[in-house]
């Protein structure tokens, strides 16, 4: 079945430097998006890409969509406390196959911002 | 607050015992889906219903099933539950049957088997 694998699996930076976290796909996807968990609480939606070589900007954070639309990543620019949190992206594969139209996620990038 | 309603937060349970957890989607949603997350294991998709047939299928142990009701509540049924059953089961709706927009997640039910 389709696997979704996110590096790394943790990072621990200062506030004020930058962060990425990256996903890569066994198959090809449709489309792919990013969630965003605070400590002890749930998964919120922060974006989705759909088209090859896509790049989607929401103030301080870029989403990048691959070529071949098998990768994927999150950068932070200039982390404040606030980014704290575990950072998911969630595959959603092309048509066909048995995991049409179920979404599978990273394993997370847990993010902590020392101030 | 995303709209989504789960209940209980917390359930503390023995092995062989079953429970149901209960999931309200946000207003106007007709797919819920199920997800479970521990920690080895990430979030994984378990089932998905739209307007109250099953949709789609991911990694559900066959002691575990779900349903949703015609007013669109769903609830999630675990049968025999071993300790490896411990987890954070998260309740998400959208208003799409496929899952290529936006899902919003609820609080989620911590489970405890013991």
């Known amino acids: 079945g389709q696997q979704v694998m996110q590096i790394p699996q943790y990072q621990h930076v200062q506030e004020g430097e930058d962060f990425t976290t990256y996903c890569n796909s066994s198959?090809?996807?449709?489309?792919i998006q990013w969630y965003k968990q605070r400590p002890g609480g749930h998964p919120v939606f922060l974006i989705q890409?759909?088209?090859?070589?896509e790049v989607k900007k929401q103030k301080r954070l870029t989403f990048q969509f691959g070529e071949a639309k098998k990768n994927s990543s999150l950068h932070i620019t200039a982390t404040q406390t606030t980014d704290v949190g575990t950072y998911f992206c969630?595959?959603?594969?092309?048509?066909?196959?048995?995991?049409?139209?179920?979404?599978?996620f990273g394993q997370g990038t847990i993010l902590t911002v020392h101030p | 607050d995303s709209g989504v309603t789960q209940t209980p937060k917390h359930l503390i349970t023995a092995t062989g015992q079953r429970v149901t957890l209960r999931c309200s989607p946000r207003?106007?949603?007709?797919?819920v889906y199920w997800y479970q997350q521990s920690l080895d294991q990430g979030l994984q998709f378990l089932i998905q219903?739209?307007?109250?047939?099953?949709?789609a299928k991911g990694n559900i142990l066959e002691r575990f099933s779900a349903q949703q009701f015609p007013d669109l509540h769903s609830e999630l049924n675990l049968s025999s539950l071993e300790l490896g059953d411990s987890a954070l089961y998260f309740c998400?709706?959208?208003?799409?049957?496929?899952?290529?927009?936006?899902?919003?997640f609820g609080q989620g039910t911590r489970l405890t088997v013991v």
């Open positions: 207003s106007g949603d007709l797919s």
């Open positions: 969630a595959g959603l594969p092309s048509a066909g196959g048995t995991s049409y139209g179920k979404l599978t």
């Open positions: 890409l759909v088209k090859s070589g």
């Open positions: 998400a709706s959208s208003d799409s049957g496929h899952p290529n927009t936006e899902a919003f």
């Open positions: 219903y739209y307007n109250g047939e099953e949709r």
């Open positions: 198959t090809t996807l449709s489309n």
